[in-house]
């Protein structure tokens, strides 16, 4: 009996073994997977950003369109970049942890067919324990039992050797398979990485090299430029008419006011279309 | 009137500046917060998958044990680093892009101020004209009217003048803070993959320097061990006695197992509870 128990402890290790990976590798996977979707999601994000950051820079000045769309592009290509992590994370991480469940499969199912064999090792072994005790002089009885332990007991020295044979082979490919996924999982991640660091350093230098003095000079020459000439001239120039000589006209703090009355009307227009246009301009 | 319609086309053209920045910004703002809160969620995975790796490092052999638990303490530092870019990010990215709401409602608030008195100028100058065309002779009253348009005139100039201030500093923030707030991001993002290439790295050569060879033949000594001696002995020498020399009892292939019948019982109960510690070791 302690050679049955023996084997059904060897079984129970060898299930052990399988449940135990059936289990780590099935949370794994779903953990990879996760980190594989949320990185996805990261890269959806970026694109949004992407098209965002082009819309802003069509409506901003001449340096910093030039500098937003370089940064477009450059956060663009880290999402090309996290598009090719992903596929590989799927194809070298997750596809290989998921296909291991159809192997785990085949090594329980070899695993029960060793059991199914010990249970009939063990019936025979009962039933012939019950002959002897029923009829022990019955000697043709209990040798035909015997002969049934005998090669019940065979098969199941023969499909232990297969099982032993499976689950090292199955041991031998988790361990390599662990190995092989995880170093595929850290790989990608690293060269995903690489490749992140050197397109930022490319749009950290654009963007420190941007000064935004020359786009501030462009602004105010657009909005106060032409319509400058008039901006500060009181209404009472144009309706009126020329200053009557009054006290009440001298008013302090205006004399920009009177220094510009000189702009005449047609330059007022112009500065006025120019405004209009650059309005469109924005909301285009 | 092309003094007015001029400082109108002027108004427009600050307030069209000032709406789109406010469309802008926000957006931008989501998008970052949005990309914020899925790099915490690429966290938050990261975090489980370096528990999930402890605990299957805890269950398996002693060699792949010790590489998956410096794999783990490598990816938790990629998390503590990703954990750092987060609150870097709402600190220097969304913290800004934020307040600068703030600005821009009181931007908005210049340019609903300076559209009061453009009006109340407007209004005045209507009130002129309508005492011209209806009582052109009397003197007092058109020159009350006239005062009153100059004054609100003055207040309009100077009111353009504050706005211009406003607008040209609102612009010259809004550059600025444009190029600081993406100089802010790139470089976050960039140090983070920095630091995680560095890391990666390392993992990368953990992973790689791994030899299964060893917990493999762990592995078979604890499961074949001590049992190995009676794994491949029929049941039967135990139970029937040795072999009484029948042809029936020499079955082709069973060599091994004549050669093993040697092992005593008191070994196969060892193994067992070999067998018994390490499995409940695989729950543990």
Redesign the interface.
């Known amino acids: 009996?302690?050679?049955?128990?023996?084997?059904d402890?060897?079984v129970?290790?060898?299930e052990?073994?399988v449940v135990?990976a059936e289990k780590?590798f099935g949370?794994?996977c779903s953990?990879?997977a996760?980190?594989t979707r949320?990185?996805a999601?990261?890269r959806d994000?970026?694109d949004?950003?992407v098209k965002?950051?082009i819309?802003?820079a069509g409506?901003?000045?001449p340096d910093?369109r030039v500098?937003?769309r370089e940064?477009a592009e450059?956060l663009a290509k880290v999402q090309d970049y996290r598009q090719a992590q992903v596929e590989r994370l799927e194809a070298k991480v997750i596809g290989p942890l998921k296909l291991y469940g159809t192997q785990i499969k085949q090594t329980r199912a070899e695993i029960k067919r060793f059991k199914q064999v010990q249970s009939h090792?063990l019936k025979q072994?009962e039933r012939?324990e019950k002959l002897r005790q029923k009829s022990p002089s019955d000697r043709q009885v209990i040798s035909q039992a015997?002969?049934s332990?005998?090669r019940?007991?065979?098969d199941?020295?023969?499909t232990?050797?297969q099982l032993?044979d499976t689950?090292?082979a199955f041991?031998?490919q988790k361990?390599?398979d662990?190995?092989r996924v995880?170093?595929d999982f850290?790989?990608i991640?690293?060269l995903f990485?690489?490749k992140?660091?050197e397109v930022?350093?490319s749009?950290?230098r654009t963007?420190?090299s941007?000064d935004?003095e020359q786009?501030?000079q462009d602004?105010?020459a657009?909005?106060?430029g032409a319509?400058g000439h008039?901006?500060?001239?009181?209404?009472?120039d144009?309706?009126?008419g020329p200053p009557s000589g009054q006290s009440?006209?001298s008013?302090p703090?205006?004399q920009a006011?009177q220094e510009e009355a000189s702009g005449d009307?047609s330059a007022?227009?112009a500065?006025?279309e120019d405004?209009?246009g650059?309005?469109q301009g924005?909301?285009h």
């Open positions: 009996m302690n050679v049955v128990l023996s084997r402890g060897q129970r290790a060898m052990a073994t135990s780590h949370q794994l953990l990879l996760a980190h949320k990185t999601r990261l994000v970026g949004r950003l965002q950051l819309e802003v409506s901003e000045a910093l500098t937003l940064v450059d090792e072994l012939l015997e002969n332990v005998q019940a007991s065979v199941a020295s023969r232990t050797r032993e689950v090292n041991q031998r361990l390599k662990l190995q995880f170093l850290v790989t991640e690293m990485h690489a992140a660091v930022y350093s749009a950290c963007l420190g941007y935004p786009d501030l602004f105010q657009k909005i106060w319509a008039v901006k500060a001239r009181p209404l009472t144009a309706i009126l009440t006209w008013i703090g205006s006011t009307d007022d227009e500065a006025l405004l209009r650059q309005e924005r909301q």
